[in-house]
Protein backbone atom coordinates (compact mmCIF):
# COMPACT_ATOMS: atom_id res chain seq x y z
CA UNK A 1 0.00 0.00 0.00
CA UNK A 2 1.09 3.44 -0.45
CA UNK A 3 2.02 5.14 2.77
CA UNK A 4 1.17 8.64 1.72
CA UNK A 5 -2.70 7.02 0.95
CA UNK A 6 -2.62 4.63 3.82
CA UNK A 7 -1.91 7.72 6.05
CA UNK A 8 -4.26 9.56 3.79
CA UNK A 9 -7.00 7.05 4.39
CA UNK A 10 -6.79 6.97 8.08
CA UNK A 11 -8.31 10.03 9.08
CA UNK A 12 -10.03 11.23 5.54
CA UNK A 13 -13.88 11.68 6.43
CA UNK A 14 -16.25 11.24 3.86
CA UNK A 15 -16.62 14.91 2.77
CA UNK A 16 -12.88 14.65 2.32
CA UNK A 17 -13.62 11.53 0.01
CA UNK A 18 -15.49 12.64 -1.72
CA UNK A 19 -13.96 15.96 -2.84
CA UNK A 20 -10.92 13.47 -4.01
CA UNK A 21 -13.19 11.64 -6.07
CA UNK A 22 -14.47 14.99 -7.78
CA UNK A 23 -10.90 15.75 -8.17
CA UNK A 24 -10.20 12.97 -10.27
CA UNK A 25 -7.60 12.08 -7.19
CA UNK A 26 -8.36 8.90 -6.11
CA UNK A 27 -12.20 6.47 -7.37
CA UNK A 28 -14.08 3.96 -5.67
CA UNK A 29 -12.46 1.19 -7.21
CA UNK A 30 -9.75 2.84 -5.30
CA UNK A 31 -11.08 3.77 -1.83
CA UNK A 32 -12.76 0.26 -2.08
CA UNK A 33 -9.43 -1.10 -2.76
CA UNK A 34 -7.19 0.78 -0.10
CA UNK A 35 -9.92 -0.37 2.55
CA UNK A 36 -9.19 -3.69 2.10
CA UNK A 37 -5.39 -3.54 1.79
CA UNK A 38 -6.22 -2.27 5.83
CA UNK A 39 -8.80 -4.74 6.38
CA UNK A 40 -6.03 -7.63 5.09
CA UNK A 41 -3.07 -5.78 7.11
CA UNK A 42 -4.52 -5.63 10.56
CA UNK A 43 -7.87 -7.33 10.91
CA UNK A 44 -6.18 -10.64 11.97
CA UNK A 45 -5.51 -9.30 15.22
CA UNK A 46 -8.62 -7.41 15.52
CA UNK A 47 -11.54 -9.71 14.21
CA UNK A 48 -14.15 -6.67 13.24
CA UNK A 49 -14.98 -7.86 9.80
CA UNK A 50 -16.57 -10.62 9.48
CA UNK A 51 -17.52 -10.83 5.58
CA UNK A 52 -16.85 -9.25 2.09
CA UNK A 53 -18.89 -8.40 -0.35
CA UNK A 54 -17.70 -10.30 -2.95
CA UNK A 55 -19.06 -7.96 -5.31
CA UNK A 56 -18.14 -4.48 -3.75
CA UNK A 57 -15.14 -3.16 -6.43
CA UNK A 58 -17.62 -4.13 -9.47
CA UNK A 59 -20.12 -1.88 -7.11
CA UNK A 60 -17.40 0.97 -7.03
CA UNK A 61 -17.02 0.13 -10.62
CA UNK A 62 -20.45 1.36 -11.69
CA UNK A 63 -20.70 4.18 -9.62
CA UNK A 64 -17.20 5.30 -11.06
CA UNK A 65 -19.17 5.07 -14.33
CA UNK A 66 -22.22 6.88 -13.27
CA UNK A 67 -20.02 9.92 -11.74
CA UNK A 68 -18.44 10.18 -15.30
CA UNK A 69 -21.37 9.64 -17.20
CA UNK A 70 -24.20 11.76 -15.23
CA UNK A 71 -22.43 12.63 -12.10
CA UNK A 72 -22.54 12.32 -7.83
CA UNK A 73 -26.12 10.93 -6.60
CA UNK A 74 -24.59 13.23 -3.38
CA UNK A 75 -22.26 13.04 -0.51
CA UNK A 76 -22.47 8.71 0.37
CA UNK A 77 -21.72 8.47 -3.68
CA UNK A 78 -19.20 5.60 -3.82
CA UNK A 79 -18.44 5.63 -0.15
CA UNK A 80 -17.41 2.03 0.70
CA UNK A 81 -19.97 1.49 4.20
CA UNK A 82 -20.06 -1.29 6.43
CA UNK A 83 -22.94 -2.90 7.94
CA UNK A 84 -23.62 -4.99 11.06
CA UNK A 85 -24.13 -8.63 10.70
CA UNK A 86 -27.97 -8.35 11.74
CA UNK A 87 -29.07 -6.44 8.48
CA UNK A 88 -30.45 -7.95 5.41
CA UNK A 89 -28.58 -7.97 2.41
CA UNK A 90 -29.90 -9.28 -0.99
CA UNK A 91 -26.44 -10.34 -2.46
CA UNK A 92 -24.03 -13.12 -2.06
CA UNK A 93 -23.15 -11.81 2.14
CA UNK A 94 -25.03 -13.83 4.19
CA UNK A 95 -26.81 -12.56 7.46
CA UNK A 96 -26.45 -14.40 10.86
CA UNK A 97 -25.67 -11.95 13.76
CA UNK A 98 -22.95 -13.79 14.20
CA UNK A 99 -24.56 -17.04 14.96
CA UNK A 100 -23.17 -20.47 12.67
CA UNK A 101 -26.97 -21.68 12.87
CA UNK A 102 -27.33 -18.71 10.01
CA UNK A 103 -23.85 -18.94 8.43
CA UNK A 104 -25.20 -19.74 5.00
CA UNK A 105 -28.62 -17.42 5.53
CA UNK A 106 -29.10 -15.33 2.48
CA UNK A 107 -31.77 -12.37 2.92
CA UNK A 108 -34.29 -12.55 -0.05
CA UNK A 109 -33.93 -8.49 0.00
CA UNK A 110 -32.49 -6.00 1.56
CA UNK A 111 -32.73 -4.19 4.79
CA UNK A 112 -35.34 -1.26 3.97
CA UNK A 113 -32.33 1.16 5.84
CA UNK A 114 -29.69 -1.05 3.22
CA UNK A 115 -32.39 -0.10 -0.26
CA UNK A 116 -31.34 3.45 1.55
CA UNK A 117 -28.11 3.34 1.34
CA UNK A 118 -27.61 1.78 -2.10
CA UNK A 119 -30.06 4.40 -3.50
CA UNK A 120 -27.88 7.14 -1.53
CA UNK A 121 -24.60 5.81 -3.94
CA UNK A 122 -22.93 3.84 -1.14
CA UNK A 123 -20.39 0.87 -1.72
CA UNK A 124 -20.77 -1.84 0.27
CA UNK A 125 -17.91 -2.99 1.48
CA UNK A 126 -18.67 -6.04 3.62
CA UNK A 127 -20.59 -7.52 7.45
CA UNK A 128 -19.15 -6.29 10.99
CA UNK A 129 -18.93 -8.76 13.43
CA UNK A 130 -21.36 -8.31 16.41
CA UNK A 131 -22.02 -9.82 20.05
CA UNK A 132 -24.15 -13.01 18.88
CA UNK A 133 -27.89 -12.27 18.66
CA UNK A 134 -26.95 -8.84 19.48
CA UNK A 135 -26.11 -9.64 23.28
CA UNK A 136 -28.91 -11.75 24.06
CA UNK A 137 -28.02 -15.40 24.28
CA UNK A 138 -25.66 -15.60 26.98
CA UNK A 139 -25.41 -14.01 30.48
CA UNK A 140 -21.58 -15.48 30.30
CA UNK A 141 -20.81 -14.07 26.68
CA UNK A 142 -18.26 -11.06 26.54
CA UNK A 143 -18.94 -8.22 24.47
CA UNK A 144 -17.78 -8.78 20.61
CA UNK A 145 -17.77 -12.29 20.69
CA UNK A 146 -20.04 -14.46 18.56
CA UNK A 147 -19.75 -18.17 17.14
CA UNK A 148 -19.27 -17.45 13.49
CA UNK A 149 -16.77 -14.47 13.47
CA UNK A 150 -14.80 -15.24 17.13
CA UNK A 151 -13.80 -12.08 18.96
CA UNK A 152 -13.83 -8.77 17.83
CA UNK A 153 -11.17 -6.63 19.88
CA UNK A 154 -10.72 -2.78 20.77
CA UNK A 155 -7.94 -1.43 17.77
CA UNK A 156 -6.78 0.86 20.84
CA UNK A 157 -5.27 -1.86 23.18
CA UNK A 158 -5.87 -5.66 22.04
CA UNK A 159 -7.41 -7.81 24.79
CA UNK A 160 -6.62 -4.45 26.45
CA UNK A 161 -9.80 -2.31 26.49
CA UNK A 162 -13.14 -3.25 26.20
CA UNK A 163 -14.27 -3.18 22.46
CA UNK A 164 -18.07 -2.75 23.67
CA UNK A 165 -21.22 -4.55 22.55
CA UNK A 166 -22.90 -5.87 20.50
CA UNK A 167 -22.11 -3.50 17.64
CA UNK A 168 -18.19 -4.76 18.72
CA UNK A 169 -17.35 -5.41 15.06
CA UNK A 170 -18.59 -1.71 13.59
CA UNK A 171 -17.16 -0.16 16.50
CA UNK A 172 -13.89 -1.47 15.99
CA UNK A 173 -14.06 -1.38 12.13
CA UNK A 174 -14.38 2.08 12.14
CA UNK A 175 -11.87 3.06 14.51
CA UNK A 176 -9.60 1.46 12.68
CA UNK A 177 -10.60 3.23 9.11
CA UNK A 178 -11.67 0.14 7.65
CA UNK A 179 -14.45 1.77 6.17
CA UNK A 180 -15.43 5.76 5.60
CA UNK A 181 -18.02 4.67 8.73
CA UNK A 182 -20.63 1.64 9.90
CA UNK A 183 -24.07 1.07 10.41
CA UNK A 184 -25.27 -0.49 13.76
CA UNK A 185 -27.62 -1.35 15.70
CA UNK A 186 -29.02 -0.53 18.97
CA UNK A 187 -31.68 -2.01 21.88
CA UNK A 188 -30.00 -0.61 25.03
CA UNK A 189 -26.61 0.82 24.77
CA UNK A 190 -25.50 -1.61 21.29
CA UNK A 191 -24.34 1.59 19.56
CA UNK A 192 -23.13 4.20 21.85
CA UNK A 193 -21.18 1.71 23.93
CA UNK A 194 -19.22 0.71 21.08
CA UNK A 195 -18.20 4.37 20.44
CA UNK A 196 -17.51 5.19 23.73
CA UNK A 197 -14.79 2.47 23.74
CA UNK A 198 -13.35 3.21 20.15
CA UNK A 199 -13.51 6.78 20.50
CA UNK A 200 -16.17 7.33 17.60
CA UNK A 201 -19.00 8.95 17.19
CA UNK A 202 -22.12 7.05 17.26
CA UNK A 203 -25.70 8.19 16.83
CA UNK A 204 -28.37 6.50 18.08
CA UNK A 205 -31.81 7.44 16.90
CA UNK A 206 -35.42 7.66 18.38
CA UNK A 207 -37.14 4.21 17.77
CA UNK A 208 -38.90 4.09 14.16
CA UNK A 209 -36.94 7.41 12.94
CA UNK A 210 -35.04 4.55 10.62
CA UNK A 211 -37.31 1.37 9.91
CA UNK A 212 -36.29 -2.19 11.07
CA UNK A 213 -37.56 -3.86 8.51
CA UNK A 214 -35.06 -6.71 7.72
CA UNK A 215 -32.54 -6.76 10.87
CA UNK A 216 -32.77 -9.50 12.97
CA UNK A 217 -34.34 -8.13 16.28
CA UNK A 218 -35.11 -8.22 19.64
CA UNK A 219 -37.45 -5.69 20.71
CA UNK A 220 -39.54 -3.75 18.31
CA UNK A 221 -40.31 -1.02 21.23
CA UNK A 222 -36.15 -0.47 21.76
CA UNK A 223 -34.40 -1.44 18.41
CA UNK A 224 -32.96 0.85 15.80
CA UNK A 225 -30.26 1.02 13.65
CA UNK A 226 -27.90 4.07 13.27
CA UNK A 227 -24.64 5.89 12.34
CA UNK A 228 -21.01 5.21 13.85
CA UNK A 229 -18.56 7.39 12.48
CA UNK A 230 -15.28 9.11 13.38
CA UNK A 231 -16.66 13.09 12.82
CA UNK A 232 -20.41 13.77 13.84
CA UNK A 233 -20.70 15.07 9.85
CA UNK A 234 -19.99 11.78 8.60
CA UNK A 235 -23.39 10.31 11.22
CA UNK A 236 -25.32 13.50 9.93
CA UNK A 237 -24.48 12.46 6.28
CA UNK A 238 -25.37 8.93 6.84
CA UNK A 239 -28.85 9.83 8.91
CA UNK A 240 -29.77 11.55 6.17
CA UNK A 241 -29.41 8.69 4.03
CA UNK A 242 -30.82 6.22 6.26
CA UNK A 243 -34.06 7.87 7.11
CA UNK A 244 -37.64 7.29 4.90
CA UNK A 245 -40.88 5.88 6.21
CA UNK A 246 -41.35 2.17 5.43
CA UNK A 247 -44.87 0.85 5.42
CA UNK A 248 -43.56 -2.59 6.75
CA UNK A 249 -42.63 -1.14 9.99
CA UNK A 250 -45.54 0.23 11.87
CA UNK A 251 -43.26 2.61 14.72
CA UNK A 252 -41.63 4.22 11.44
CA UNK A 253 -44.80 4.84 9.78
CA UNK A 254 -45.56 6.97 13.07
CA UNK A 255 -42.30 9.14 12.61
CA UNK A 256 -43.79 10.14 9.12
CA UNK A 257 -43.70 14.35 9.02
CA UNK A 258 -40.35 14.12 12.11
CA UNK A 259 -37.38 13.30 10.53
CA UNK A 260 -35.56 15.67 8.00
CA UNK A 261 -34.00 15.06 4.17
CA UNK A 262 -30.81 16.61 5.31
CA UNK A 263 -29.37 16.62 9.07
CA UNK A 264 -25.68 18.23 7.97
CA UNK A 265 -27.95 21.28 7.70
CA UNK A 266 -27.89 21.45 11.69
CA UNK A 267 -23.37 21.17 11.90
CA UNK A 268 -22.72 24.64 13.78
CA UNK A 269 -19.57 25.18 15.19
CA UNK A 270 -21.05 27.69 17.65
CA UNK A 271 -24.14 25.31 18.09
CA UNK A 272 -23.21 25.38 22.19
CA UNK A 273 -24.04 29.18 22.86
CA UNK A 274 -27.08 29.74 24.41
CA UNK A 275 -27.67 26.28 25.00
CA UNK A 276 -29.61 24.82 28.34
CA UNK A 277 -27.54 21.83 29.35
CA UNK A 278 -28.25 19.74 32.46
CA UNK A 279 -26.01 18.04 33.96
CA UNK A 280 -27.40 14.79 35.67
CA UNK A 281 -24.99 14.46 38.98
CA UNK A 282 -26.16 11.39 39.48
CA UNK A 283 -24.58 9.16 36.64
CA UNK A 284 -21.72 10.69 37.54
CA UNK A 285 -21.24 9.56 40.90
CA UNK A 286 -19.43 6.05 40.37
CA UNK A 287 -17.21 7.40 37.42
CA UNK A 288 -13.32 6.73 38.42
CA UNK A 289 -10.95 9.64 39.17
CA UNK A 290 -10.05 9.93 35.69
CA UNK A 291 -12.98 8.72 34.14
CA UNK A 292 -14.65 11.94 36.02
CA UNK A 293 -11.83 14.63 35.11
CA UNK A 294 -12.82 13.92 31.56
CA UNK A 295 -16.26 14.23 32.43
CA UNK A 296 -15.61 17.78 34.08
CA UNK A 297 -13.63 19.04 31.54
CA UNK A 298 -15.97 18.08 28.99
CA UNK A 299 -18.55 20.03 31.20
CA UNK A 300 -15.97 22.83 31.28
CA UNK A 301 -15.56 23.35 27.66
CA UNK A 302 -19.37 23.99 27.26
CA UNK A 303 -19.43 26.40 29.39
CA UNK A 304 -16.30 28.04 27.77
CA UNK A 305 -18.12 27.51 24.60
CA UNK A 306 -21.24 29.94 25.92
CA UNK A 307 -23.64 27.02 26.98
CA UNK A 308 -26.39 27.41 30.34
CA UNK A 309 -25.39 24.71 32.72
CA UNK A 310 -28.13 23.23 34.94
CA UNK A 311 -26.15 21.87 37.32
CA UNK A 312 -27.46 19.31 38.93
CA UNK A 313 -30.56 18.20 37.38
CA UNK A 314 -32.19 15.16 38.65
CA UNK A 315 -34.35 12.57 36.79
CA UNK A 316 -37.03 10.80 39.16
CA UNK A 317 -36.69 7.75 37.96
CA UNK A 318 -32.79 7.75 38.32
CA UNK A 319 -32.64 5.85 41.52
CA UNK A 320 -34.75 2.94 40.25
CA UNK A 321 -32.78 2.38 37.00
CA UNK A 322 -30.36 0.17 38.26
CA UNK A 323 -32.76 -2.24 39.94
CA UNK A 324 -34.31 -2.19 36.12
CA UNK A 325 -35.31 -5.42 34.90
CA UNK A 326 -35.05 -6.57 31.11
CA UNK A 327 -38.59 -8.60 30.97
CA UNK A 328 -39.73 -6.34 27.66
CA UNK A 329 -36.98 -7.71 25.98
CA UNK A 330 -37.52 -10.89 27.18
CA UNK A 331 -40.68 -11.15 25.85
CA UNK A 332 -40.06 -9.74 22.59
CA UNK A 333 -37.22 -11.67 21.45
CA UNK A 334 -39.12 -14.35 21.38
CA UNK A 335 -42.06 -12.99 19.13
CA UNK A 336 -39.77 -10.99 16.79
CA UNK A 337 -37.19 -13.45 16.32
CA UNK A 338 -39.47 -16.27 15.69
CA UNK A 339 -41.44 -13.71 12.68
CA UNK A 340 -38.20 -12.90 11.25
CA UNK A 341 -37.02 -16.61 11.29
CA UNK A 342 -40.46 -17.82 10.04
CA UNK A 343 -39.23 -16.37 6.32
CA UNK A 344 -36.05 -17.68 5.83
CA UNK A 345 -35.39 -19.20 3.19
CA UNK A 346 -36.28 -23.30 3.51
CA UNK A 347 -32.69 -24.58 2.94
CA UNK A 348 -31.61 -22.35 6.35
CA UNK A 349 -31.54 -25.28 8.91
CA UNK A 350 -33.55 -23.06 11.87
CA UNK A 351 -37.08 -20.96 11.69
CA UNK A 352 -37.94 -20.50 15.14
CA UNK A 353 -36.20 -19.74 18.39
CA UNK A 354 -36.72 -23.04 19.61
CA UNK A 355 -35.22 -24.62 16.53
CA UNK A 356 -31.90 -22.06 17.29
CA UNK A 357 -31.29 -23.36 20.72
CA UNK A 358 -31.65 -27.13 19.45
CA UNK A 359 -29.37 -26.12 16.92
CA UNK A 360 -26.76 -24.89 19.27
CA UNK A 361 -27.28 -27.87 21.59
CA UNK A 362 -26.46 -29.88 18.42
CA UNK A 363 -23.18 -28.19 17.95
CA UNK A 364 -22.03 -27.14 21.24
CA UNK A 365 -18.58 -27.20 20.39
CA UNK A 366 -18.77 -24.42 18.32
CA UNK A 367 -22.38 -22.43 19.27
CA UNK A 368 -21.80 -22.89 23.09
CA UNK A 369 -18.70 -21.34 24.21
CA UNK A 370 -20.63 -19.56 26.36
CA UNK A 371 -24.14 -21.00 26.73
CA UNK A 372 -27.56 -19.59 25.85
CA UNK A 373 -29.07 -19.50 29.03
CA UNK A 374 -31.20 -16.41 27.64
CA UNK A 375 -32.32 -17.92 24.50
CA UNK A 376 -33.64 -20.63 26.40
CA UNK A 377 -35.19 -17.84 29.32
CA UNK A 378 -36.87 -16.07 26.41
CA UNK A 379 -37.95 -18.95 24.63
CA UNK A 380 -40.01 -19.79 28.20
CA UNK A 381 -42.54 -17.40 27.22
CA UNK A 382 -45.62 -17.77 25.06
CA UNK A 383 -44.43 -15.72 21.96
CA UNK A 384 -47.50 -14.17 22.05
CA UNK A 385 -46.88 -10.79 23.59
CA UNK A 386 -49.65 -11.35 26.43
CA UNK A 387 -48.72 -11.61 29.68
CA UNK A 388 -49.51 -9.25 32.08
CA UNK A 389 -46.01 -8.68 33.25
CA UNK A 390 -45.28 -7.80 30.08
CA UNK A 391 -47.75 -5.42 29.28
CA UNK A 392 -47.05 -3.99 32.72
CA UNK A 393 -43.82 -3.56 32.14
CA UNK A 394 -43.61 -2.02 29.13
CA UNK A 395 -45.82 0.85 30.17
CA UNK A 396 -44.09 1.48 33.77
CA UNK A 397 -40.41 1.60 32.13
CA UNK A 398 -41.65 4.01 29.53
CA UNK A 399 -43.44 6.44 31.90
CA UNK A 400 -40.79 6.03 33.88
CA UNK A 401 -38.08 6.84 31.96
CA UNK A 402 -40.39 9.74 29.50
CA UNK A 403 -42.86 11.49 31.97
CA UNK A 404 -40.41 10.51 35.42
CA UNK A 405 -37.28 11.10 32.94
CA UNK A 406 -35.81 12.49 30.31
CA UNK A 407 -38.84 14.58 29.43
CA UNK A 408 -39.32 15.53 33.03
CA UNK A 409 -35.53 16.94 33.23
CA UNK A 410 -36.03 18.40 30.15
CA UNK A 411 -39.45 20.66 30.49
CA UNK A 412 -38.58 21.07 34.42
CA UNK A 413 -35.31 23.09 33.15
CA UNK A 414 -36.51 23.98 29.37
CA UNK A 415 -33.16 22.35 28.84
CA UNK A 416 -31.50 21.55 25.35
CA UNK A 417 -30.56 18.19 26.37
CA UNK A 418 -28.66 16.44 29.04
CA UNK A 419 -24.99 15.23 29.41
CA UNK A 420 -24.02 12.38 30.39
CA UNK A 421 -20.52 11.01 30.68
CA UNK A 422 -19.48 7.87 28.51
CA UNK A 423 -22.32 5.81 27.80
CA UNK A 424 -23.99 6.47 31.44
CA UNK A 425 -28.10 7.12 31.28
CA UNK A 426 -28.37 4.86 28.01
CA UNK A 427 -30.78 2.27 29.05
CA UNK A 428 -33.24 5.40 30.07
CA UNK A 429 -32.95 6.87 26.49
CA UNK A 430 -33.16 3.28 25.29
CA UNK A 431 -36.61 2.12 27.46
CA UNK A 432 -38.13 5.56 26.22
CA UNK A 433 -37.29 5.09 22.67
CA UNK A 434 -35.37 8.62 22.50
CA UNK A 435 -31.84 9.09 20.89
CA UNK A 436 -28.37 9.67 22.51
CA UNK A 437 -25.33 11.05 20.54
CA UNK A 438 -21.83 10.02 21.80
CA UNK A 439 -18.62 11.92 20.95
CA UNK A 440 -15.08 11.58 22.04
CA UNK A 441 -14.05 13.35 25.12
CA UNK A 442 -10.63 11.70 25.97
CA UNK A 443 -9.00 8.94 27.00
CA UNK A 444 -7.70 7.33 30.72
CA UNK A 445 -5.86 3.67 31.37
CA UNK A 446 -8.75 1.87 30.49
CA UNK A 447 -9.47 3.48 26.92
CA UNK A 448 -10.78 5.98 25.47
CA UNK A 449 -14.13 7.99 26.32
CA UNK A 450 -16.88 9.81 24.94
CA UNK A 451 -19.86 12.55 26.74
CA UNK A 452 -23.39 11.67 25.61
CA UNK A 453 -26.43 14.18 24.69
CA UNK A 454 -29.91 13.26 25.30
CA UNK A 455 -32.76 14.83 24.45
CA UNK A 456 -36.38 13.85 23.79
CA UNK A 457 -38.04 11.85 20.87
CA UNK A 458 -36.94 13.33 17.44
CA UNK A 459 -34.45 15.81 19.11
CA UNK A 460 -32.01 14.44 16.54
CA UNK A 461 -31.09 18.33 14.87
CA UNK A 462 -30.12 19.83 18.45
CA UNK A 463 -28.03 16.76 19.09
CA UNK A 464 -26.31 16.92 16.12
CA UNK A 465 -25.88 20.73 16.33
CA UNK A 466 -24.58 20.46 20.36
CA UNK A 467 -22.49 17.47 19.74
CA UNK A 468 -20.75 18.98 16.56
CA UNK A 469 -20.45 22.27 18.57
CA UNK A 470 -18.15 20.14 21.49
CA UNK A 471 -16.14 18.21 19.03
CA UNK A 472 -14.78 21.40 16.72
CA UNK A 473 -14.04 22.91 19.95
CA UNK A 474 -12.17 19.93 21.09
CA UNK A 475 -11.35 17.45 18.15
CA UNK A 476 -10.38 14.86 20.81
CA UNK A 477 -10.01 11.60 18.63
CA UNK A 478 -6.90 10.21 17.92
CA UNK A 479 -6.56 7.39 15.74
CA UNK A 480 -5.37 3.88 17.34
CA UNK A 481 -2.02 2.67 16.34
CA UNK A 482 -2.22 -0.77 14.72
Known sequence: MNAKLNEWIVDADIHTLQKAMEA??????????????????????????LEINPDAKELAR??????????????????????????????RMPTSAGSVALANSVAAEDAFIVTQLRKA?????????????????????????????????????????????????????????????????ETSGSIVNPAHHNSLVGLKPTVGLLSRTGIIPISHSQDTPGPMARTVADAAILLSALTGTDERDAMSLASEGRGQQD?????????????????PRWFYKNLNEE????????????????????????????????????????????????????????SVPVHSLEEVIAFNHAHADTALVYGQDMLIWSDETSG????????????????????????????????????????????IAARAGYPLLIVPAGYTADGPMGVMFAAGAYSEPTLIKLAYAFEQATRYRQPPVL
Open 62 to 91: RLDEERQSQGSRGPLHGIPILLKDNIDTAD
Open 263 to 279: YTAFLDAKGLQGARIGI
Open 24 to 49: GEVSSVGLVELYLERIELYDHAIHAV
Open 291 to 346: ARLVAENAIKVLREQGAVLIDPVSLPCEQQAAAWNIDVLRYEFKKDLNDYLAKLAP
Open 121 to 185: GAVLLGKANMTEWANFMSAAMPSGYSSRGGQVWNPYGPGKFDVGGSSAGSGAAVAASFAAAAIGT
Open 384 to 427: TLTEANYLESLHDYQKLTRAQGIDHAVAEHQLDALLFPGDEGED
